[in-house]
């Protein structure tokens, strides 16, 4: 399952990155994130064969979550310009732009998506089942904890579209909604469905799935210190009304404002 799983992974995101260089914008590799964990959920439900409830849950919440950011990311980016952060990468490459996008942002994410969503392959490679009462609180608790954290995704990506769509809020820092309670309630939802997923395949008490716990933990430490965070974070450092904001908010769990 393992083997193909990643064989699977990496025809899919040649067929992206050729996608990205006929479009001319390496940031249509946002688009494959995730609808790339929607392809190694089927993928290994099928290979495994296990139509029982924990597999079929956790296949069925990825694919929710995966589609979602699909759609959501497709229709925003598909027409607009390429990314900042990707225009900003050819400009540090220089030469051999091509391969460089094709190793760092293709291959090397590809990698990282089949670390993050090890819990998924675990769980379906085991055949995770209900055996017993703690086995079904934690079955529970788990599909509750995506639902939380996809209820921050969702609505936070929401909130923010309606928000930038009204044109008397342009050059304005997003403020109320989830946005008050946390500057990034998307990334705190994301983080937060990966755990849940986590959840849901140890639901079985079997201590090998436990190992896949490096899925939430890495995809927590890239939101919150390498790719999620600290760029937006960056990129309105010089911003009075951010930092305004920042200074009240808190930067990713969910508190309430501090008063000023």
């Known amino acids: 399952m393992f083997l193909i799983n990643a064989l699977v992974l990496f025809v899919f995101y040649q067929i992206f990155f050729i996608l990205a260089q006929i479009k001319k ?3 249509i590799a946002d688009m494959a994130w995730g609808l790339g964990f929607v392809v190694i959920a089927f993928s290994s439900l099928i290979q495994s064969g296990e139509w029982s409830l924990i ?3 956790i296949t069925l919440l990825v694919m929710i979550w995966g589609f979602r950011l699909f759609f959501y990311i497709g229709l925003r980016n598909w027409s607009k310009p390429e990314d900042h952060r990707y225009v900003a990468m050819r400009k ?9 996008a094709y190793l760092i942002v293709f291959l090397f994410q590809g990698l990282l998506l089949y670390i993050i969503s090890l819990p998924i392959q675990f769980a379906m490679w085991t055949g995770v089942a209900l055996a017993d009462t703690t086995s079904i609180i934690i079955y529970v608790g788990g599909v509750l904890l995506w639902l939380i ?8 990506d929401h909130q923010l579209k309606v ?3 009204k044109p008397e809020n342009k050059g304005k820092i997003m403020s109320t909604g989830l946005w008050r309670y946390t500057r990034h309630p998307n990334y705190f939802g994301e983080a937060l469905m990966w755990w849940a997923i986590w959840l849901l395949s140890i639901a079985g008490l079997g201590l090998f799935n436990m190992t896949g716990i490096i899925g939430p933990v890495l995809i927590t ?3 919150l210190f390498v790719s999620g965070v600290p760029l937006l974070e960056k990129r309105y450092k010089d911003n009075a009304d951010f930092q305004a904001y920042a200074k009240k908010t808190s930067i990713f769990f969910p508190l309430p404002p501090k008063k000023q």
């Open 55 to 57: 597999p079929l849950t």
């Open 163 to 165: 928000f930038k769509q």
């Open 221 to 223: 430490y890239l939101l």
């Open 149 to 156: 954290g996809f209820f921050f995704e969702a609505v936070g």
């Open 92 to 100: 540090a490459w220089k030469t051999k732009i091509m391969l460089k």
């Open 25 to 27: 914008n390496n940031g």
